[in-house]
């Protein structure tokens, strides 16, 4: 028993060790840099994260999702949820009277073993996220396209030793990205779309219309349709980050909630808020730090890029 441990300990240090640790790290260090400053220049305001809570996202009804548990801690007389993601939370920020609006929000999403294998799956990671009132679909997508393009800028003029010494190639990809509906997608590649499309392209592109969370915005003028959006890396990476515009209004809210079998008394406090009219229309979304540095730096699998991984179906060592 001593002797597994002993192992683990050991290889956990050598995973520490590796020799392409240290350039993943700094191309993420350009990557972060270039995102807070990009953000503050756009006229954003920073948040700190909020990671405990009444409520959180429920993730679902979402296609993407797998979570097997809301992972939940008791605190004296209160039961707290962590943070799925801070979409509700950053509805609510708005009312501070920022307009625009970004966290680097850990995330913990307790996702089934088998999306481990996945590549792009981790049970704990970092998005940041971002809100905009009064803000669109096209407002947020021309964003994060000068984002993305911004990022690998910085990091191919930044980081060139550390990309050789990684073996990877960047290209700055041409505005504006390419976008189709997941439903021409489904249809010509099947359910597997979004890597097998990933695989298929040179650029990222854009996917919009999903049926998913409640806070999504139904299309008022196509019942049925959705106005969200998916950013797909190319080369296989697949999903980078993931938006919608909103729904604020009360009635329209409770409407989705029941739709999608959610019990309305679990996010009592935050429908409170909604039912004083107190929500802004806005449109937002989140993009995933860790798979934006596998992209980058070409890692295999989004975990290696985290020096303490937290892979699901890996036994957690340091
Ligand atoms: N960040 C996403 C959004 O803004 C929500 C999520 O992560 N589930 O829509």
Not at 4 to 24: G, N, T
Not at 36 to 63: H, N, W, Y
Not at 289 to 308: C, N, S, Y
Request: aromatic residues 10%; hydrophobic residues 35%.
């Amino acid at each position: 028993m001593k002797q597994v441990m002993y192992q683990k300990i050991e290889d956990a240090v050598s995973y520490l060790q590796r020799s392409e640790r240290l350039p993943i790290l700094k191309v993420q260090t350009t990557a972060l840099h270039t995102i807070e400053e990009f953000m503050v220049s756009r006229g954003f305001i920073q948040l700190m994260p909020v990671i405990t809570a009444k409520v959180t996202d429920p993730l679902g009804p979402d296609p993407g999702s797998s979570v097997v548990l809301v992972p939940r801690i008791k605190y004296y007389d209160e039961d707290l949820v962590l943070t799925q993601s801070m979409i509700l939370h950053k509805q609510l920020a708005l009312l501070s009277g920022a307009d625009k609006i970004f966290i680097m929000s850990p995330n913990i999403r307790l996702e089934n073993k088998a999306r481990g294998k996945s590549g792009k799956h981790l049970f704990e990671f970092t998005q940041m996220d971002f809100e905009i009132k009064n803000g669109t679909m096209e407002n947020v997508m021309a964003l994060l396209e000068d984002l993305v393009v911004e990022v690998i800028s910085s990091t191919i003029s930044e980081r060139e030793d550390d990309l050789k010494e990684l073996n990877r190639e960047l290209e700055v990809p041409p505005k504006p990205f390419e976008v189709y509906t997941s439903h021409e997608l489904e249809e010509k590649y099947g359910k597997d779309w979004e890597y097998l499309a990933s695989l298929e392209h040179k650029y990222p592109f854009w996917v919009t219309c999903f049926k998913r969370e409640f806070y999504d915005r139904e299309d008022p003028n196509n019942p049925g349709h959705y106005r969200n959006y998916d950013l797909i890396y190319p080369e296989g990476y697949g999903e980078a980050a993931s938006g919608a515009e909103r729904e604020w209004q009360y009635s329209k809210i409770i409407e989705r909630i029941t739709k999608d079998n959610l019990n309305p008394e679990d996010f009592k406090e935050y429908l409170e808020v909604a039912k004083r009219g107190l929500l802004s229309q806005s449109a937002g979304a989140g993009i995933g730090i860790e798979r934006l540095v596998r992209f980058l730096t070409g890692a295999k699998h989004v975990g290696d890029v985290q020096p303490f991984r937290r892979v699901p179906g890996e036994e957690v060592i340091l």
